[in-house]
């Protein structure tokens, strides 16, 4: 026996929600508080203590987000800036690590003083500290310990190429502490940032909850970036 569903029983589906950027959030700010002194809103307005005084602490206030704003779009794009030199140095150095690795791993099979020295016979670690360790470990134990460097020569892994690298890891760590700094400082910008906004923005949504009704249905509501029908 054919069934057919019925439509009363189908479940919704939840409305999908639009998120405003903050860009454009503080841009309705902007103009709401900007015309907040035109005459045929601040007369009605002010009935319910928008005063001048009022309008004048919240457009300061808004200046100072802008301002906060401004500074956390600065550091995030030089967080991003150091992290993306850090991820291409770190790759380069890794690269040349893997084959030298492997090209040891084959030359010192059976050689246990060589296999433990190096880590050869670790598998290859996750974290960012961990390669760290193992990477800068390796070329050191190349560096101070001859024999084992000299026999490495027979692969390609040379002293200069030995060298090369340990001043590569270097400057690995450096902009690794380079990078944890923009980003501790682009946190705080954006705390900064999102304190001073949760701060202003109910006081706004409040204005223009006032506003719309007070001025229901006045086209004058368009000045401060209410759409009236």
């Given at each position: 026996?054919?069934?057919?569903?019925?439509?009363?029983?189908?479940?919704?589906?939840?409305?999908?929600?639009?998120?405003?950027?903050?860009?454009?959030?503080?841009?309705?700010?902007?103009?709401?508080?900007?015309?907040?002194?035109?005459?045929?809103?601040?007369?009605?307005?002010?009935?319910?203590?928008?005063?001048?005084?009022?309008?004048?602490?919240?457009?300061?206030?808004?200046?100072?987000?802008?301002?906060?704003?401004?500074?956390?779009?600065?550091?995030?794009?030089?967080?991003?800036?150091?992290?993306?030199?850090?991820?291409?140095?770190?790759?380069?150095?890794?690269?040349?690590?893997?084959?030298?690795?492997?090209?040891?791993?084959?030359?010192?099979?059976?050689?246990?003083?060589?296999l433990?020295?190096?880590?050869?016979?670790?598998?290859?670690?996750?974290?960012?500290?961990?390669?760290?360790?193992?990477?800068?470990?390796?070329y050191?134990q190349?560096?101070?310990?001859?024999?084992?460097?000299?026999?490495?020569?027979?692969?390609?892994?040379?002293?200069?190429?030995?060298?090369?690298?340990?001043?590569?890891?270097?400057?690995?760590?450096?902009?690794?502490?380079?990078?944890?700094?923009?980003?501790?400082?682009?946190?705080a910008?954006?705390?900064?940032?999102?304190?001073?906004?949760?701060?202003?923005?109910?006081?706004?949504?409040?204005?223009?909850?006032?506003?719309?009704?007070?001025?229901?249905?006045?086209?004058?509501?368009?000045?401060?970036?209410?759409?009236?029908?």
């Amino acid at each position: 026996m054919e069934t057919t569903q019925n439509p009363s029983t189908e479940v919704p589906q939840p409305k999908k929600q639009v998120y405003e950027s903050i860009e454009a959030t503080i841009a309705k700010m902007k103009l709401a508080f900007s015309n907040a002194l035109l005459p045929e809103i601040f007369d009605v307005m002010y009935t319910v203590g928008y005063t001048v005084d009022k309008i004048g602490l919240l457009k300061s206030e808004l200046a100072q987000l802008e301002v906060l704003h401004q500074t956390q779009t600065k550091e995030s794009a030089d967080k991003y800036n150091e992290t993306d030199k850090f991820n291409v140095k770190k790759a380069e150095v890794d690269s040349i690590f893997s084959t030298h690795r492997g090209l040891l791993r084959i030359l010192f099979k059976g050689n246990i003083h060589a296999l433990k020295a190096l880590r050869l016979d670790e598998s290859m670690p996750r974290t960012y500290s961990a390669w760290f360790q193992m990477v800068s470990n390796f070329y050191s134990q190349l560096a101070e310990t001859p024999d084992i460097l000299t026999k490495a020569t027979a692969v390609g892994v040379t002293e200069a190429k030995v060298a090369a690298q340990r001043q590569a890891i270097a400057e690995v760590q450096s902009l690794k502490e380079s990078q944890s700094k923009e980003s501790a400082e682009a946190q705080a910008a954006t705390d900064a940032r999102d304190a001073a906004f949760d701060a202003l923005y109910p006081q706004y949504t409040d204005y223009i909850k006032y506003a719309k009704i007070l001025l229901a249905g006045n086209q004058v509501l368009e000045a401060i970036g209410v759409k009236v029908k």
